[in-house]
């Protein structure tokens, strides 16, 4: 269904025409026909999905010369940026209508300005909860006009706990009104409000999940603990994006790696809600005019950010709730264009966590290795190539006359732009990271690691088993099993293989470590074992599982079962009760 169908007024027409909207999406073809009635509306549908224009055009188009004095639609807003966001979408709108005047009332904004515009007559009123209560306290809104109330990313407003400035500004709005709600998700406080403020609503659910991630590709990296920075600047260098979003869960997470990326040499800026609002609105503009190409922010703080030409979402942390997910990847792809997602990961914990995200959002998110310098340069090599056959000017006379120049001084063509692409190539890859990828130890696709032992202080007297150690190192550490090689166990102390490049990180992460409620302590191993025995401890992980749960009937030590594994470190019993006797 297309606009110019609707029986909107022609100034409207004409707005939205010049926007470059014809066909709907599906919010707004279900929606629209029924605001524009004057039904109460319940819709859900997820963010991307043309929400802002499925209520603004509606209640730009309700809008009479009656209305000019006094506020006549109220949109309530999470955040500041999604504020902003719709105050610019719904003034778009109204371009050619003067009898809408819009305001936006927010925090971290002058309030004598909004006074001021309040004051001179506004129509649609825009804004947050917590400064819409502030006027209407100062008696700078007055809701005795109000015939539509919006609440847009209702749920996220319940999540910020502003239940209560809802609830309060909704009994304040005359009963005879139209109240209308959108919502990603649909809790039982959202049910609430709807069961005692609505009239008779019409539901809308728009099962947009597998559309949002069609056109996106998900993939996923595995990093050590405490790795995932160096595992993102790798990420940043080697695919290049020209714009993109990285999401970390705190705000203390998003100033420490937006420093890190800075220092890297990085275009980096972070979003969070501490900031001043000043100082947010720059970050955006500096965002959106691609002068700044990272934008690292957390979920509430890129709530509703309308950014065009997104290329790469990283998740840095995982979402807390999975539906945040969805947000987060929608940021990119949109408008018919494909995009790409990135989540890094750490230890089992967050394996599982991402598993239990891919069902929710019903699609495939692959697992990629983590490129090294290797890897890079022929990626880089890859761009250069894609970048000079994609130019399709005709190189100039003047090229053409310096290429004979030094062919006369004995440098032909060949040369000469093997030395241009020579020189394009070390500036490419002049800044690149150093991180050093761990390689399994066992034989395989990325065998050949060097490595060193590392000594941990407990032995075969306090009964520890292979597993146990093994068990310790890769929860302390987030690294997998396969990146551990033998593990030797003599009476008082253990030694284990691991890779030399991880060294450092495994003696950081592991210490302090507590191994069967004992405290152990972990070093670089410097002695000579040639005099001790280690019994049949000694083990090389190339032949157990990875996921090295003790509770599995075939153990981490090839077909034995558990009972034979362990016999080796667990005294007989049958003995000690003869000794009894």
């Not at 925090?107 to 209407?136: C, F, N, W, Y």
Request: net charge positive; aromatic share 6%; glycine share 8%.
């Amino acid at each position: 269904m297309q606009f110019n169908e609707l029986n909107l007024s022609q100034e409207l027409i004409q707005a939205v025409e010049e926007l470059g909207f014809t066909e709907m999406t599906e919010i707004q073809k279900e929606s629209i026909p029924l605001l524009l009635q004057g039904r109460d509306v319940i819709g859900r549908s997820n963010t991307g999905t043309g929400k802002t224009a499925a209520f603004g055009i509606p209640a730009v188009e309700s809008i009479t010369e009656d209305d000019r004095r006094f506020p006549a639609v109220l949109v309530l807003c999470p955040t500041r940026e999604l504020a902003m966001q719709a105050a610019g979408e719904v003034r778009k709108f109204a371009k050619y209508k003067r009898s809408v005047r819009t305001c936006a009332v927010y925090g971290g904004a002058s309030m004598e300005k909004q006074i001021m515009e309040l004051k001179k007559g506004a129509s649609i009123v825009i804004g947050t909860p917590g400064r819409v209560m502030d006027h209407i306290r100062r008696r700078t809104l007055k809701l005795e006009n109000i015939r539509t109330v919006i609440l847009d990313e209702a749920d996220e407003m319940l999540n910020m706990g502003f239940r209560e400035d809802i609830e309060s500004i909704l009994s304040d709005i005359p009963t005879e009104r139209q109240t209308v709600l959108f919502s990603a998700t649909m809790p039982p406080e959202i049910l609430a409000i709807t069961e005692k403020y609505q009239n008779d609503p019409v539901q809308i659910k728009i099962k947009s999940t597998q559309r949002t991630a069609q056109l996106i590709e998900q993939f996923w990296f595995e990093t050590a603990m405490g790795r995932k920075t160096d595992a993102l600047k790798l990420l940043l260098t080697a695919y290049a994006p020209a714009s993109a979003m990285v999401f970390c869960n705190t705000k203390k997470m998003v100033d420490d790696l937006t420093e890190d990326l800075v220092k890297a040499g990085f275009r980096a800026a972070g979003l969070h809600g501490d900031m001043k609002q000043a100082q947010r609105t720059q970050v955006m503009n500096s965002f959106k005019a691609k002068n700044t190409a990272i934008l690292v922010a957390t979920d509430v703080a890129a709530r509703g950010i309308d950014v065009s030409g997104v290329d790469a979402v990283f998740n840095y942390d995982l979402p807390q709730d999975n539906e945040y997910y969805i947000h987060r990847i929608g940021r990119t792809g949109r408008a018919g264009r494909a995009g790409a997602a990135y989540s890094i990961i750490s230890g089992r914990k967050q394996l599982y966590e991402l598993k239990a995200i891919s069902r929710y959002v019903k699609a495939d998110i692959k697992e990629l290795p983590l490129p090294d310098k290797s890897d890079i340069i022929a990626m880089k090599k890859e761009g250069i190539v894609r970048s000079i056959a994609a130019q399709e000017e005709r190189p100039s006379h003047d090229a053409y006359e310096i290429l004979d120049r030094l062919a006369a001084e004995g440098i032909d063509y060949r040369e000469a732009a093997a030395r241009l692409i020579s020189g394009k190539l070390a500036e490419e890859i002049a800044g690149l990271p150093e991180l050093d990828v761990p390689k399994p130890i066992r034989k395989g696709k990325r065998s050949g690691a060097k490595t060193v032992r590392i000594d941990l202080n407990i032995g075969r007297n306090k009964r520890i088993a292979p597993n146990f150690i093994l068990g310790a190192l890769v929860d302390a550490t987030g690294m997998s099993g396969q990146d551990f090689g033998k593990i030797d166990i003599f009476d008082s102390h253990t030694t284990v293989e691991v890779p030399e490049a991880e060294t450092d990180f495994i003696l950081d992460a592991a210490n302090p470590m507590k191994i069967n409620g004992n405290p152990v302590e972990v070093k670089l191993f410097k002695g000579d074992t040639s005099g001790e025995k280690s019994g049949r401890g000694g083990f090389s992980s190339k032949n157990h599982r990875s996921d090295h749960r003790p509770d599995r009937r075939r153990s981490a030590y090839g077909s034995r079962k558990k009972a034979d594994v362990f016999s080796d470190y667990i005294p007989d019993r049958r003995k000690r009760s003869k000794k009894r006797s």
